[in-house]
């Protein structure tokens, strides 16, 4: 089964292409299948290696059971769970922060769920209540919105940095993929990660960042609109002369000023 139309957006070109690096940022009109297409690549890794993912949002309210039982909807719907897990599974049930795997059994009526799960949630707002525990098997690491139109936690960035050591820990086979819409230009993490290059980028191009003789790299793709390939059928509902929705339908930044909450980054 493919994994998608050829016109929707697929991460894993660039781990083809840059296979050395460990963060993989990708940001571009909304809903043209960059977050479908991160959780993919998290449940190949499992289906076939045993890795799991951690998924990351910035507050409590974005990880709760409401708001992300439904993350992996389309990988339901399309079959791909099923194809993944070799018919064992066609479901995903989302509790405690936990993605497991499972399958209703039409012989006894009852779901049967996987032994272990396939990833975690986490809100860097409460990272402080994961220091004590390890994530040996998590490979696969997303951060998902994590550019914001409202504004960003105070010091999210070393949040965020301390987040991403309690899951990796001291090991190197972890890779992080930076999931976002074209919201606001103005986001902390190009200041912190040194991304200078971000505010003149152009849709379709990736730019690779290394740091000295670390051994780091990181690699930003602003993401090619759809509309180059003939758009999204929803494009028609917001086809109005207004700007902002360039965002939506052909990955435009829909915002250029400051965040408005209070003790939050602010562009030098």
């Given at each position: 089964?493919?994994?998608?139309?050829?016109?929707?957006?697929?991460?894993?070109?660039?781990?083809?292409?840059?296979?050395?690096a460990?963060?993989?940022?990708?940001?571009?009109?909304?809903?043209?299948?960059?977050?479908?297409?991160?959780?993919?690549?998290?449940?190949?890794?499992?289906?076939?290696?045993?890795?799991?993912?951690?998924?990351?949002?910035?507050?409590?309210?974005?990880?709760?059971?409401?708001?992300?039982s439904?993350?992996?909807?389309?990988?339901?719907?399309?079959?791909r769970?099923?194809?993944?897990?070799?018919?064992?599974?066609?479901?995903?049930?989302?509790?405690?922060?936990?993605?497991?795997?499972?399958?209703?059994?039409?012989?006894?009526?009852?779901?049967?769920?996987?032994?272990?799960?396939?990833?975690?949630?986490?809100?860097?707002?409460?990272?402080?209540?994961?220091?004590?525990?390890?994530?040996?098997?998590?490979?696969?690491?997303?951060?998902?919105?994590?550019?914001?139109?409202?504004?960003?936690?105070?010091?999210?960035?070393?949040?965020?940095?301390n987040?991403?050591?309690?899951?990796?820990?001291?090991?190197?086979?972890?890779?992080?993929?930076?999931?976002?819409?074209?919201?606001?230009?103005?986001?902390?993490?190009?200041?912190?990660?040194?991304?200078?290059h971000?505010?003149?980028?152009?849709?379709?191009?990736?730019?690779v960042?290394?740091?000295?003789?670390?051994?780091l790299?990181?690699?930003?793709?602003?993401?090619d609109?759809?509309?180059?390939?003939?758009?999204?059928?929803s494009?028609?509902?917001f086809?109005?002369?207004?700007?902002?929705?360039?965002?939506?339908?052909?990955?435009a930044?829909?915002?250029?000023?400051?965040?408005?909450?209070?003790?939050?980054?602010?562009?030098?």
């Amino acid at each position: 089964m493919a994994l998608r139309k050829a016109k929707y957006y697929d991460i894993s070109h660039l781990l083809k292409d840059y296979p050395d690096a460990y963060y993989y940022m990708a940001f571009g009109e909304r809903s043209n299948g960059k977050t479908y297409s991160a959780l993919n690549y998290a449940l190949e890794r499992y289906f076939k290696h045993g890795e799991q993912f951690a998924y990351l949002r910035r507050f409590g309210e974005d990880v709760k059971k409401k708001n992300l039982s439904p993350l992996f909807d389309a990988h339901i719907a399309n079959g791909r769970i099923s194809e993944l897990s070799g018919g064992t599974y066609s479901l995903v049930d989302y509790t405690g922060g936990k993605f497991v795997a499972m399958q209703y059994d039409e012989d006894s009526g009852k779901i049967v769920k996987d032994i272990q799960p396939m990833g975690f949630a986490f809100d860097l707002n409460a990272m402080e209540h994961h220091k004590s525990v390890s994530y040996p098997k998590v490979t696969t690491i997303i951060f998902d919105e994590f550019l914001s139109r409202q504004g960003y936690l105070t010091n999210e960035f070393v949040l965020f940095m301390n987040t991403l050591s309690t899951i990796i820990r001291d090991r190197t086979n972890v890779v992080i993929f930076m999931i976002g819409n074209t919201v606001n230009k103005f986001c902390p993490y190009f200041t912190e990660m040194g991304l200078t290059h971000i505010k003149d980028q152009q849709p379709g191009t990736v730019d690779v960042y290394t740091y000295a003789d670390t051994g780091l790299k990181v690699v930003v793709e602003y993401c090619d609109p759809i509309s180059k390939k003939g758009g999204k059928h929803s494009d028609v509902y917001f086809a109005f002369d207004n700007p902002q929705l360039k965002m939506i339908t052909t990955g435009a930044w829909e915002i250029a000023i400051y965040p408005h909450l209070e003790n939050h980054y602010r562009p030098k």
